[in-house]
């Protein structure tokens, strides 16, 4: 998870504590991170307005002095299982923990009734979708996408053979229930596809893409689209 979607689940830790609070070492351990990276990151929701309060000693943390709401959903049971289905199905796919996010803000302020009848669908649906890519990995792709910039990847082919490569990322791609990074790679001059489960290692650099067009991947499969928004 990069920081700017960690700040947002943060907020919503905080609100979801309401008056009881989260002690430090507690939302450490709930965003796998150190504790002084959540120090960090609640100073820096303080300091852009955020009405967090902070207690030391015994039954001390840290909690929203202001109780700010969100405005009411009106969704029936059924289309809040299908949004929890959804974002269960899609742990392989790109921003997916964004999503999970997402969904727990809705479901904060669903109708009591609304989202019990819901918790207790959501045993009648199993969900199997194989391995996911790794979080940390995923978290790289995704920022160096919106940012632009090359990323150093460690990549395992289907034959065993590692390679280590600086590609510029162009667009992800579901393809034949596989979720790819489509990329140019500047080891062989050219786009290539890779698949996310077979990426070991990525890390970002500040080195600009050199402006790749989506169009030059060629076209695309007969039923493949743009996510609508």
């Avoid at 150190?34 to 300091?47: F, G, P, Y």
């Avoid at 299908?82 to 999970?100: E, G, K, T």
């Avoid at 803000?105 to 669903?110: C, H, N, S």
């Avoid at 393809?175 to 990329?183: D, E, H, I, S």
């Amino acid at each position: 998870m990069n920081r700017t979607a960690r700040l947002h689940a943060l907020t919503e830790s905080l609100r979801r504590a309401g008056t009881r609070g989260r002690t430090a070492q507690q939302l450490a351990d709930e965003f796998e991170v150190a504790l002084r990276t959540v120090k960090r990151d609640l100073a820096a929701l303080q300091a852009g307005g955020l009405p967090v309060w902070g207690r030391t000693g015994p039954g001390g943390g840290y909690g929203l002095t202001e109780m700010s709401s969100l405005p009411s959903v009106n969704l029936t049971a059924a289309q809040a299982l299908a949004l929890s289905a959804a974002v269960s199905a899609s742990n392989q796919a790109p921003f997916s923990d964004s999503a999970r996010a997402a969904i727990r803000k809705v479901l904060d302020v669903l109708d009591p009734v609304a989202r019990r009848r819901a918790a207790e669908l959501s045993q009648r649906i199993w969900v199997d979708v194989g391995p996911a890519p790794h979080r940390q990995v995923m978290s790289v792709l995704e920022q160096a996408t919106i940012d632009q910039v090359t990323v150093k990847l460690t990549y395992t082919d289907s034959k065993g053979d590692t390679t280590r490569r600086e590609v510029e990322p162009m667009i992800f791609a579901l393809n034949g229930n596989r979720w790819m990074l489509v990329a140019w790679c500047r080891l062989r001059d050219g786009i290539r596809w890779f698949d996310l489960t077979r990426i070991q290692r990525a890390t970002a650099t500040r080195h600009p893409c050199t402006g790749h067009h989506v169009d030059e991947i060629g076209t695309p499969p007969e039923f493949a689209r743009p996510i609508d928004i």
